[in-house]
């Protein structure tokens, strides 16, 4: 039975690509997500990553605010805006649903990373890697995109070159999250 979909701002659904690093999670999120908006969603993404990263730069007023001690950061331009939110020692590192409730709507919510969420997944696998399939460990993976012909227990197998062919498996799976 297919996992139910974890669910973001409004009901809406939302799916992670999961992987090994290396394994092209980004690549192909870039390559799926204009063809998932030509298709008219509303796609907003989530990106989790296990090194550390400040996007912001040292002596930028910002920066100055967050180091000064601010809870909270926004630094808002004419065109995005960007919440810095600083974990202070001893606070957990948010839980997806915890950062999805911090989103706007969407129709759509794409998650990189966050394999051990209980969310949707599609993992994206490249055998010349030469790293193990995740999908034997972890039941809420609904497909695999290859760049190789592989066995999946049954799971859908996605052509990994063809993100036209992810995005329709994605839109289908979304239409069967939605109804």
Same mark, same amino acid.
């Given at each position: 039975m297919p996992p139910l979909p974890l669910r973001g701002p409004q009901g809406a659904p939302v799916l992670a690509l999961v992987g090994w690093?290396?394994?092209?999670?980004?690549?192909?999120?870039?390559?799926?997500l204009p063809l998932l908006t030509d298709a008219g969603l509303?796609?907003?993404?989530?990106?989790?990553?296990?090194?550390?990263?400040?996007?912001?730069?040292?002596?930028?007023?910002?920066?100055?605010?967050?180091?000064?001690?601010?809870?909270?950061?926004?630094?808002?331009?004419?065109?995005?805006f960007v919440l810095f939110h600083d974990h202070r020692s001893g606070a957990d590192e948010p839980d997806l649903p915890a950062l999805l409730a911090r989103m706007a709507p969407a129709d759509l919510f794409i998650a990189e990373?966050?394999?051990?969420?209980?969310? /949707?997944?599609?993992?994206?696998?490249?055998?010349?890697?030469?790293?193990?399939?995740?999908?034997?460990?972890?039941?809420?993976?609904? /497909?695999?995109?290859?760049?190789?012909?592989l066995a999946a227990g049954g799971l859908p197998v996605l052509p990994l070159n063809h993100p036209a062919m992810v995005a329709d498996f994605i839109l289908r799976w979304r239409a069967d999250a939605i109804a």
């Open positions: 690093s290396g394994s092209g999670k980004t690549t192909l999120l870039t390559a799926v509303r796609v907003s993404t989530l990106k989790h990553a296990h090194h550390k990263v400040d996007p912001d730069q040292e002596g930028k007023d910002s920066f100055r605010h967050r180091a000064a001690g601010a809870h909270e950061t926004m630094l808002a331009t004419t065109e995005r990373g966050f394999k051990s969420a209980s969310v /949707a997944k599609i993992e994206v696998h490249r055998p010349m890697l030469g790293k193990p399939s995740l999908w034997p460990d972890f039941d809420d993976i609904v /497909a695999v995109a290859s760049d190789a012909p």
